[in-house]
């Protein structure tokens, strides 16, 4: 049983392209992580969101949290966002994550 | 800008030795945590720690594994007894959190690669 699923597994788009990027819970939580974790390994927060929507640049997370649904976007795609995109969802001081998406941006 | 430092970044080691894993959290934060990443699969929540001790941990945090801030800044993680299955890229995070409820943004380190032979 995956408490934190996400959606697609792997993603390849353009660059330019508009990119959305799913995650479902099942858990009860108060907040959502984004997490990207780039091709070395490293791993760095993007947004945490309790509600409706957050924008950076060109990401923008949202979240439902009576639908347990956040889905992030990326506007503009870039290669240099090629990465792997994770949803976790804290319950309590534990963290589920999903399988991450791994999107590839290509020139 | 503050970070989440690890050390070391890479650690082969021999079944069944010990392995101390090291993590120099924010200085102000309060949460601390491991995680672990088995290559080619998704980060797996071991263990959190708050107020000297620890506050929730996985299944897969058993008694070959221990934590432990002994001087108020390294944060760190003992594997007794290593197994070929522990191979994996060990990650130290910390965040400021808020009272019992933690929703604090989460800085990771770069992670300690362990390769048990």
């Known amino acids: 049983k995956n408490e934190v699923e996400q959606s697609p597994q792997n993603l390849t788009a353009q660059e330019g392209e508009f990119i959305t990027i799913n995650c479902s819970y099942s858990?009860?939580?108060?907040?959502l992580h984004w997490l990207q974790q780039h091709p070395g390994g490293g791993i760095v927060s993007l947004f945490m969101l309790s509600s409706g929507k957050k924008k950076h640049g060109r990401l923008i997370a949202t979240i439902n949290i009576q639908e347990k649904h956040s889905s992030l976007h990326i506007t503009a795609s870039h290669p240099r966002d090629s990465a792997v995109y994770i949803c976790?969802?804290?319950?309590?001081?534990?963290?589920?994550f999903g399988t991450g998406t791994s999107l590839t941006v290509i020139p | 800008e503050p970070e989440v430092t690890q050390t070391p970044s890479h650690q082969v080691t021999q079944m069944g030795q010990e392995v101390i894993l090291r993590c120099v959290p924010i200085s102000n934060h309060l949460y601390f945590y491991w995680y672990r990443q088995i290559l080619g699969q998704k980060v797996e929540f071991l263990v959190s720690?708050?107020?000297?001790?620890?506050?929730?941990k996985s299944e897969i945090f058993d008694d070959q594994f221990s934590v432990e801030r002994p001087d108020g800044s390294n944060f760190t993680l003992k594997i007794r007894s290593t197994k070929l299955e522990d191979s994996a890229m060990y990650f130290c995070?910390?965040?400021?959190?808020?009272?019992?409820?933690?929703?604090?943004?989460?800085?990771f380190g770069e992670g300690s690669r362990l390769t048990v032979l």
């Open positions: 995070a910390s965040s400021e959190g808020q009272g019992e409820s933690n929703t604090g943004e989460l800085f």
């Open positions: 976790a969802a804290p319950t309590g001081n534990q963290f589920y």
């Open positions: 858990v009860g939580i108060s907040a």
């Open positions: 720690f708050y107020n000297n001790e620890i506050s929730e």
